[in-house]
C-alpha cells in the first residue's frame, strides 16, 4: 500500500509562487512515475506535469515555462515550483503515482492552492 502526503498550498497574489511537495511512503516498490494533477470547482481534474522514470517530464501547455517539477528518489518525493502563478492556477492540487508494472494510481489527499489578489 502507498500513502501520499502533500504539503506546501495556500493563498498567494497573482504572479507570486509556491512549491508544493508530495512524500510517498509505504511498503518497498519501484516508481514508475509521479506528478500532479489539480482540479477546479466545477472543472475535470486535469493533469499539471509528471515525471517518467527519473528523467522524462510533461507539462500542460497551460503551465510550460511557469512550473518545474522535480523528484528526489532518496525521499521518494516530488516537488512542483510554480512561478508567475495565475489566478486560473486555482485549484486543488492531488500528487499522483504509479508503481513500475502496476495498474493502479495512487492518489494525495490534495492541497488547496488559490491565487488572489
Known amino acids: 500500500q502507498v500513502q501520499l502526503v502533500e504539503s506546501g498550498g495556500g493563498l498567494v497574489q497573482p504572479g507570486g509562487s509556491l512549491t508544493l511537495s508530495c512524500a510517498a511512503s509505504?511498503?518497498?516498490?519501484?516508481?514508475?512515475?509521479m506528478g500532479w494533477y489539480r482540479q477546479a470547482p466545477g472543472k475535470e481534474r486535469e493533469l499539471v506535469a509528471q515525471i517518467i522514470g527519473t528523467t522524462f517530464t510533461n507539462y500542460a501547455d497551460s503551465v510550460k515555462g511557469r512550473f518545474t517539477i522535480s523528484r528526489d528518489n532518496a525521499k521518494n518525493a516530488v516537488y512542483l515550483q510554480m512561478n508567475s502563478l495565475k489566478i486560473e492556477d486555482t485549484a486543488v492540487y492531488y500528487c499522483?503515482?504509479?508503481?513500475?508494472?502496476?495498474?493502479?494510481?495512487?492518489w494525495g489527499q490534495g492541497t488547496q492552492v488559490t491565487v488572489s489578489p
Open positions: 499522483n503515482l504509479r508503481q513500475q508494472g502496476g495498474t493502479v494510481d495512487y
Open positions: 509505504g511498503s518497498a516498490w519501484t516508481i514508475y512515475r
